[in-house]
């Protein structure tokens, strides 16, 4: 076309945010159907479990996967994801929402782009998408309530990241302990990495008062855990410990770990069953998804004044 012309279309797609229709120009270019996977993490186990299970739902399917690794929490590194993810030919997109990052990037995302996003209760769920999570917040108020049946007067918390203080793992653990009336310590925040939740472990492990903890994965339990012992607390003797996620290799920790068993393969499945239907047309499945639950294993005894 002539190039005053060129400029007066460029001129309107600038003005009207135009982006193409994703499924007509995939139907024109007969592109084979597909889903990209958006994360921040493909290491920690909870992003990697469900990148499994979408990955197996999604050979059974037929389609082919990607993987989109958001670079960072910045805004820049973000916005450059949803680039790519907007264009046609990545298929569907699944955002592991699990963090600040995959959540600003759900908020982005064109509304012409099919998306599912496994996010955690709590967090926001963006208008005309379908969302799919486990209720995390029973599962650590049964924690929290296991480690209070015991005789332990209170149960201290270390969180992992999150989007708000409305996360589930947290607000299970502080509606358990309000609901029995035992007293609510401030939370000890911990990041993704290990050593932050070995300061924080150093710092519960320096008070004697402190009996029972919580720990938001069960990575920072293992860090919280080489605190203790270094500090020369003994767990279940001095300390009851507590994980989430039940990552391979818990049952056989010493102590083995008392955890919250998290089913993220099913997960990631649920998320690409209902990711295909919207792909085809067709009603979003039913959703059945096992519920997150305690496994009790060596790491919690009562506390040595009542034994």
Known sequence: MRAETRHQVMDAIERLGFRPNRAARALGLGRARAVTVVTSNTTLYGYAATLQGIEEAAREEGLAVGVQVIESARSGDIQ?????????????????AFDAAGMELLRRLPGDVP?????????????????????EQQASADATR??????????????????????GREAGWRRALTEAGAPVPEIVAAGWDARSAYE??????????????????????????RALYDAGRDVPGDVSLVG??????????????TTIRMDFAGWGRACLAALAAELDGRPRPEISLTAPSLVVRESTAPPRATR
């Open 80 to 96: 450059q994801a949803v680039d790519h993810v907007s264009d046609p030919s990545v298929g569907g997109v699944v955002v592991i």
């Open 115 to 135: 998306a599912v996003a496994a996010i955690e209760p709590g967090a926001l769920a963006e208008a005309g998408r379908t969302t799919i999570c486990l209720d």
């Open 146 to 167: 296991h480690l209070l049946s015991l005789g332990h007067r209170t149960v201290h918390h270390v969180a992992i990241p999150s989007e708000a203080g409305t996360r």
């Open 200 to 225: 924080a472990g150093c710092a519960l492990a320096a008070d004697d008062a402190v009996t029972a903890i919580l720990c938001g994965n069960d990575d920072t339990a293992m860090a919280v855990r």
């Open 244 to 257: 989430f996620d039940d990552v391979p290799g818990s049952a056989y920790w010493i102590p083995a770990l």
